[in-house]
C-alpha cells in the first residue's frame, strides 16, 4: 500500500460553484452538502454554488463551506477507492480541522459545529480589531528585518521565497518598506478580513478554548501534521493545545510538509477548492508525486495512479 498524505485547503481558496460539479454527478456528495445544511440550519450549500460571493468569503461563511466541499470530495474519493487509507493528513489553517476529520478523530458534524464556532470567533475578533496581510515573496531574514517593528507577526511560513505577514495596517506598512530594504522581491497586499494568525486574534484564540476542551476528539492511527509545531502528532491533549495556537501563530506549514516528507511518503493528495497547496509541495521540493482533486475530471486521475 502506498503512504499516502492528504493535504486539505485553506480560508482563502473559496469561490462560487466549488464542488458543484461533485454534487451533480455522486451521491455521497450530495448527500454530505445536505448533511451540512441540515445541522447548520441554513442552506449553506446554495450560498455555495450561487452566492453571492460577497456572502461566500465572509469569515463565518468561508470556512464552514471550505470544509464542506472538501468533505464531499474526500468521502466520494473513499467510495470510489475504499482500499486507500491515508498515512497522514494535514490541512492549512482552518485545513487542519478538514485534517483532523479525515484523520477520524472527530464527526463530521462535530467538526462542522466547531468550525462554525471558530469562524464565528474569528469574525468578531476582525470586527473589534482592524488588520491586514501581506504576502511577501523572496528569501528574508524576518527576524531581523521585522526587529522594532510592532503589530506585525509572520503568519505563514508556506514555501520556500513565499512567507506571509499579518497585523495592524500601520504594522504591516512598516513591515512592509523594512523587508523591501532586506532584499524581498515583492510584499503583495492580500485582500483579507482581517489579521489572522497574529495577536491581533488573540480574542478569538481565548474564546475558542472550552469549545476544543469539549470537543469528543478520539484517538487515530493516522498521523496529523500540524501548522502550529510544523510537526506530527498524535495525543490528543497536544492536538488540542495546537488548534488553539493556531489562532495566533505561526502556521509552519513547510516545516509540516518536511516532517511527512520524513515519514517516506509516496503520494500527496490535495482534496478541494484550488491547487494551492499542491504548487507549495512542487516549490519545497517534495520527492514524492503531488495530486488534486477539485473537479470530477481530477478524481479519475487520482483513482488510476
Not at 36 to 43: C, N, T, V, W, Y
Not at 82 to 94: F, H, I, R, Y
Not at 231 to 247: E, Y
Amino acid at each position: 500500500m502506498k503512504r499516502v498524505a492528504l493535504l486539505f485547503p485553506g480560508q482563502g481558496a473559496q469561490y462560487v460553484g466549488m464542488g458543484k460539479d461533485f454534487w451533480e454527478a455522486f451521491s455521497i456528495a450530495r448527500e454530505t452538502f445536505q448533511e451540512a445544511d441540515d445541522i447548520l440550519g441554513e442552506f449553506l450549500s446554495k450560498t455555495i454554488f450561487e452566492g453571492p460571493e460577497t456572502e461566500l468569503t465572509k469569515t463565518r461563511c468561508a470556512q464552514t463551506a471550505i470544509f464542506v466541499v472538501s468533505a464531499a470530495l474526500y468521502r466520494t474519493l473513499q467510495q470510489q477507492m475504499p482500499e486507500m487509507q491515508p498515512t497522514v493528513c494535514a490541512g492549512l489553517s482552518l485545513g487542519e480541522y478538514t485534517a483532523l476529520w479525515a484523520s477520524k478523530r472527530l464527526s463530521f458534524r462535530e467538526t462542522l459545529l466547531l468550525i462554525q464556532k471558530r469562524a464565528e470567533l474569528m469574525n468578531e475578533a476582525c470586527e473589534q480589531v482592524r488588520g491586514t496581510m501581506a504576502a511577501v515573496l523572496g528569501t528574508v531574514d524576518f527576524e531581523t528585518a521585522l526587529k522594532g517593528i510592532s503589530g506585525v507577526w509572520v503568519a505563514n511560513y508556506n514555501c520556500p521565497g513565499q512567507t506571509v505577514i499579518s497585523g495592524t495596517e500601520e504594522g504591516v506598512q512598516a513591515a512592509t518598506v523594512a523587508l523591501k530594504e532586506a532584499g524581498a522581491k515583492r510584499v503583495i497586499p492580500l485582500q483579507v478580513h482581517g489579521a489572522f494568525h497574529s495577536g491581533l486574534m488573540q480574542s478569538a484564540q481565548d474564546a475558542l478554548l472550552p469549545f476544543l476542551a469539549a470537543a469528543p476528539l478520539i484517538d487515530s492511527s493516522i498521523g496529523l501534521a500540524m501548522n502550529a509545531p510544523g510537526t506530527i502528532v498524535t495525543d490528543l491533549p497536544t492536538i488540542r493545545s495546537n488548534l488553539q495556537r493556531q489562532v495566533t501563530h505561526s502556521v509552519r506549514w513547510e516545516q509540516g510538509i518536511r516532517a511527512m516528507e520524513a515519514q517516506g511518503i509516496d503520494q500527496y493528495i490535495e482534496i478541494g477548492c484550488g491547487k494551492t497547496l499542491t504548487g507549495f509541495n512542487k516549490k519545497i521540493g517534495v520527492l514524492a508525486p503531488s495530486l488534486s482533486i477539485e473537479k470530477t475530471g481530477d478524481l479519475e486521475t487520482v483513482c488510476n495512479c
